[in-house]
């Protein structure tokens, strides 16, 4: 059993366009997580969720909208897609208390 | 705030040699430490962890102790085969999020 899961694993669209991105954990975790790898391969935090409510969201334009209908989802929506917003991103979740965090295959996005 | 720095790459070595990637950091108070590893293509994995000073995690050959007098998490492999070629991170638990090193990308030649 895939312990986080991500779909679409690829996702091609044009600048202006919105789309999203789900996440789903089946380890019974009650805080989630967004993170962003640019092309060099840095990653960044985006947003945690603990327990279906927002904790962190680390300066990210409002364009992008996360939304959790329960703790076992954590979904990402973007509107008017940019170019910048060409990355791979990745779902992750853990345990409250807990620091180690099980991270998705990630969603490569291609903005064209 | 929380920072990691992390030796940067690319790093190239030959099978059975030995892997040495420095990794330091800066936080208030003993926060957790870990490397993850991401394979080509895949997401990352948990490779190990330390939560406190002098901890040593260990997992699949790499091992990696918490020094908290020089603020370091080297990560070490004694013999590295290709299958070790990846990107590896290393990262510092924080409040409700990980912050991340730049990433090491290791490639093994047989």
């Known amino acids: 059993d895939t312990a986080v899961s991500q779909t679409p694993k690829y996702l091609v669209t044009q600048m202006g366009n919105d789309k999203s991105i789900k996440c789903e954990q089946n380890?019974?975790?009650?805080?989630m997580y967004w993170y962003k790898q640019d092309s060099k391969k840095f990653l960044k935090i985006m947003f945690s969720?603990?327990?279906?409510?927002?904790?962190i969201n680390e300066t990210v334009p409002n364009r992008f909208s996360p939304k959790s209908p329960d703790k076992a989802h954590l979904n990402l929506h973007i509107n008017s897609l940019e170019l910048g917003d060409s990355a791979v991103y990745f779902c992750?979740?853990?345990?409250?208390?807990?620091?180690?965090?099980?991270f998705g295959p990630g969603t490569r996005l291609t903005v064209t | 705030g929380d920072s990691v720095t992390q030796m940067e790459g690319p790093v190239t070595l030959s099978e059975e040699a030995f892997l040495t990637i420095n990794c330091t950091y800066t936080?208030?108070?003993?926060?957790?430490l870990f490397w993850y590893v991401q394979y080509p293509g895949e997401g990352l994995q948990l490779l190990l962890k330390?939560?406190?000073?002098?901890d040593k995690g260990s997992n699949k050959g790499f091992e990696a102790t918490y020094r908290k007098e020089t603020t370091s998490f080297h990560l070490e492999k004694g013999s590295v085969q290709v299958s070790d070629s990846a990107v590896y991170f290393c990262?510092?638990?924080?409040?409700?999020?990980?912050?991340f090193g730049a990433g090491t990308t290791v490639t093994v030649r047989a």
């Open positions: 992750a979740s853990s345990q409250v208390g807990q620091a180690e965090q099980y």
């Open positions: 380890l019974g975790h009650d805080t």
């Open positions: 969720y603990n327990n279906k409510e927002l904790i």
């Open positions: 936080a208030t108070g003993y926060p957790s």
């Open positions: 330390a939560t406190k000073a002098d």
């Open positions: 990262a510092l638990g924080g409040d409700y999020k990980l912050s």
